[in-house]
């Protein structure tokens, strides 16, 4: 399916995980209402149990009624949290796959991303929640709306807004754009969620408050489980813990292939000023010049 939206279309806000302040994504509502997107927000959007935004079977039926909503060409979760993997079992992804709707959402959302792509095909995007990174002053918002439109398909090194990157290993590779948050793609190995992957990816990762015995923990895991065997290039993000951000490198090299492209410190992850990428995509990654870009 096309990933691509057009102007007018419905996007329907949906809470997943955790409960969402109003304030905190007024903002990023703002932002795509001026865009021209029309959008409505799930019986459950501003809902509250315990720190989800809903009971169980409340955040599972938002995200349906608004794939039967014919009103509505995307699904966008506003933010993370915690409790997205709740939902898995309970999903129709036979729904999604009658009505494919592009998706969007980040973090503990990854979850949900991974699963929607291997039960049923469909692409999203990762990264621009509503709570924190799309707002006015991120650098990255318009490149957003135009991948978003399909007017762009790639993410260069013009168009970054920092020199910060590190090319640790040159080279260029082709496959399948996949990624998102570390410990919650860890956290599917083992479940009928975790996709059986027969074809080349390209893999991208961040996290937030992992210390970095944790992130050379969850790469050993990956390596171990066979994982890195079909991964032909990466994109390492940002890492942050307790306000810092880690130089994770060198301790997860040993555990990775040694003769991919791989980018370090790329501009994505848990901070305000982060670009989103799309995942289940076809997509080549260069490094001289830096170029990621995706087809579909």
């Known amino acids: 399916m096309s990933i691509q939206l057009s102007s007018g279309d419905g996007i329907g806000l949906v809470a997943p995980a955790g409960y969402v302040d109003r304030d905190s994504v007024r903002n990023g509502m703002d932002v795509l209402s001026t865009w021209g997107f029309r959008l409505k927000a799930a019986d459950h959007l501003f809902g509250r149990y315990r720190y989800f935004s809903g009971k169980l079977e409340h955040r599972v039926e938002d995200i349906h009624s608004m794939l039967r909503d014919d009103s509505i ?71 957003f709306l135009n991948q978003l439109l399909a ?66 923990r969850a790469i050993v895991q990956l390596e171990q489980a066979g994982f890195f065997k079909c991964v032909k290039g990466m994109v390492l993000g940002r890492f942050k813990f307790k306000n810092r951000y880690l130089g994770i490198w060198s301790a997860v090299k040993p555990f990775i292939p040694d003769n991919i492209p791989i980018i370090v ?32």
């Open 73 to 143: 060409q995307a699904v966008y979760a506003v933010r993370g949290g915690s409790g997205s993997s709740q939902l898995l079992p309970h999903l129709n992804f036979d729904l999604w796959r009658k009505f494919p709707k592009l998706f969007v959402g980040f973090s503990d959302v990854t979850a949900l991303q991974w699963s929607l792509w291997y039960k049923s095909g469909i692409p999203s995007w990762s990264g621009m929640t509503l709570t924190s990174q799309l707002h006015k002053k991120n650098p990255y918002k318009t490149l």
């Open 151 to 216: 007017l762009d398909k790639s993410i260069s090194a013009k168009k970054l807004h920092t020199r910060d990157y590190v090319i640790a290993k040159a080279g260029r590779a082709e496959g399948i754009l996949l990624g998102g948050n570390l410990s919650i793609i860890v956290s599917l190995l083992g479940t009928p969620y975790f996709p059986v992957i027969n074809q080349d990816i390209i893999f991208f990762i961040e996290e937030i408050n992992e210390p970095l015995y944790r992130i050379e």
């Open 265 to 296: 410190n790329f501009p994505y992850g848990h901070f305000s000023n982060s670009c989103a990428l799309p995942l289940g995509v076809k997509s080549a990654l260069s490094t001289h010049p830096l170029k990621i870009e995706w087809q579909f």
